[in-house]
């Protein structure tokens, strides 16, 4: 009895194992385990941030400035946003190929992750509107003849009704919209390129955005039908109306030579 009662154990020594096996499973887990989700996220960010830098550097630094802070041959681009870099590099309107009245789209020289790395270097030099996701601008939950309504008001009077494009002043002019990325058009919309104004969420909401995207895609799809037939271009009235005035005159003067020409033969017999 003696013996048993000299190897008790003091009643707190179980605590104490428990929580030296606790303190070092926490020192062995914070060693060894990944790292933390945000500061992944904030790495990734930063590389992102510095090949953006070299990739600006050598593509757009000559007429943007090494800072991104404009000059005589470009704009500033503090406070443009990343959405307006993905818009403007995506589409390949830049880097610009010459100057003129308006900078054309042409097929980009860099791939999407390069484009996301300049989008985050000139997003970091301030604050601006981001790219958009997926959901922003795809046609689930758009409405559609809001959409159009919406586009007929503030966008017909350069882009036409539907999208096709059309001339502006000066040697400049609306492109068409016709096969445009939809996630493009959001971002137009964003961040005004050339001579386009921007339409904030203020004056045009996110839902009124994606309405419009949603309306684009609608009429000039692949299975969009002409219920009036030949749509001549979708050009509006003045298309259609030379058309007729071409056609229709020439069919008249046909018809009047034709009956002219039937009387004379009939007065002779």
């Not at 605590?15 to 060693?31: E, K, N």
């Not at 484009?115 to 301030?126: E, F, N």
């Not at 008001?153 to 001339?167: E, M, P, S, V, Y």
């Not at 959001?186 to 839902?207: C, H």
Request: aromatic fraction near 6%; hydrophobic fraction near 40%; glycine fraction near 14%.
């Amino acid at each position: 009895m003696k013996k048993l009662s000299a190897r008790r154990r003091h009643p707190l020594a179980a605590l104490v194992v428990l929580l030296f096996a606790l303190a070092v499973t926490g020192g062995l887990y914070a060693a060894f385990a990944p790292a933390n989700k945000a500061q992944a996220d904030d790495a990734a960010q930063s590389l992102a941030i510095k090949e953006g830098k070299k990739l600006f550097a050598v593509g757009c630094a000559s007429c943007h400035g090494t800072g991104g802070q404009g000059s005589s041959d470009g704009p500033s681009l503090v406070g443009v946003g990343a959405a307006a870099v993905d818009f403007q590099v995506g589409t390949g309107r830049m880097p610009a190929q010459q100057p003129g009245a308006q900078v054309p789209s042409k097929r980009n020289i860099y791939n999407n992750a390069q484009i996301d790395q300049l989008a985050a270097y000139v997003a970091s030099l301030g604050p601006g509107p981001s790219v958009p996701d997926k959901a922003q601008y795809s046609a689930d939950g758009a409405d559609i003849g809001k959409g159009g309504e919406l586009f007929r008001t503030n966008c017909a009077q350069c882009h036409n009704f539907t999208g096709k494009g059309g001339a502006l002043t000066n040697g400049k002019f609306a492109p068409t919209l016709e096969g445009v990325d939809p996630k493009h058009i959001y971002e137009a919309m964003q961040t005004g390129p050339q001579n386009m104004p921007s339409f904030g969420d203020g004056s045009l909401s996110p839902q009124n955005k994606k309405d419009i995207v949603a309306y684009l895609g609608a009429v000039n799809g692949d299975k969009t039908a002409s219920p009036g037939g030949m749509e001549l271009g979708g050009l509006g009235p003045v298309t259609e109306g030379l058309f007729g005035y071409i056609f229709g005159l020439g069919a008249c003067v046909a018809v009047a030579i034709w009956v002219a020409a039937r009387t004379t033969k009939a007065k002779k017999s």
